[in-house]
């Protein structure tokens, strides 16, 4: 397989931004709910049942567990606000509850940003903690009911937390958002230098044998890339 990539001062990212995409705007939260930071040993009441298949379908004002002080710990309505982030104090520590019902089986990317991880049809995933907003992960929808539960830190409730489907109009891209460019130094670089892009696989297949193209003033280079592992998630 080739991928042409045509290298300029400015790149284009190949995720177009006239794809479609779904924004989480209403879900539920409840916190706080773990502890993890700098500890020896965690605890994380909602992972704990949910490993154990004890966790209940979230519902508002349905409890979650009660804490150490005798308080009941229960799941509440929560909305974005104007800037499209879920916001307050029920983030602390806590988590978001979010579902979206797809009419087929499809492959898709997730984009959360400012989360410490999250679980996507009870698979984990890893999070965007300091809200980059580049993490794109490949996951695969199940007609219905898709389940996000979004584990959020201390200080989501100010940070706060987006979440957003992206349909890819391609099974292969490069995404540009976190690229990795070298300094150039006018009449003093001449040796070649290294960049870094961002292939996404949202496919069910392994990517392999892929070269990139570079083309610059007229003069070509293929480059060899690693293998890229499938779309992976598994649900019954």
């Known amino acids: 397989m080739r991928l042409l990539l045509l290298v300029s001062l400015l790149l284009t990212a190949t995720i177009s931004k006239g794809q479609k995409e779904y924004y989480f705007k209403t879900g539920l939260a409840t916190g706080p709910c773990h502890q993890y930071g700098r500890e020896a040993i965690v605890t994380d009441q909602l992972a704990y049942q949910l490993y154990t ?3 209940k379908k979230p519902v508002a004002d349905g409890k979650l567990f009660t804490d150490g002080q005798g308080t009941d710990i229960r799941w509440k309505s929560i909305e974005v606000d104007s800037t499209g982030k ?3 104090e029920a983030l602390m520590n806590g988590y978001i509850y979010l579902t979206y019902n797809a009419d087929r089986s499809e492959n898709v990317l997730l984009n959360v940003s400012g989360n410490s991880m999250s679980y996507f049809n009870g698979e984990p995933h890893g999070g965007d903690m300091y809200a980059d907003g580049w993490l794109k992960i490949p996951i695969k929808l199940k007609k219905g009911i898709n389940e996000l539960l979004i584990r959020c830190g201390n200080f989501s409730r100010w940070q706060g937390i987006s979440a957003r489907l992206i349909f890819p109009e391609k099974s292969v891209s490069i995404s540009t958002d976190d690229i990795t460019l070298p300094h150039i130094i006018i009449g003093t670089s001449k040796e070649d230098l290294l960049s870094a892009v961002v292939i996404i696989n949202s496919s069910d297949k392994p990517l ?8 610059l003033n007229g003069i070509t280079k293929d480059i060899g890339i690693p293998n890229i592992g499938p779309a992976i998630a598994h649900f019954s």
């Open 53 to 55: 298949g004890q966790l």
């Open 86 to 88: 879920f916001r307050g």
């Open 208 to 215: 392999t044998d892929m070269v990139i193209t570079a083309t």
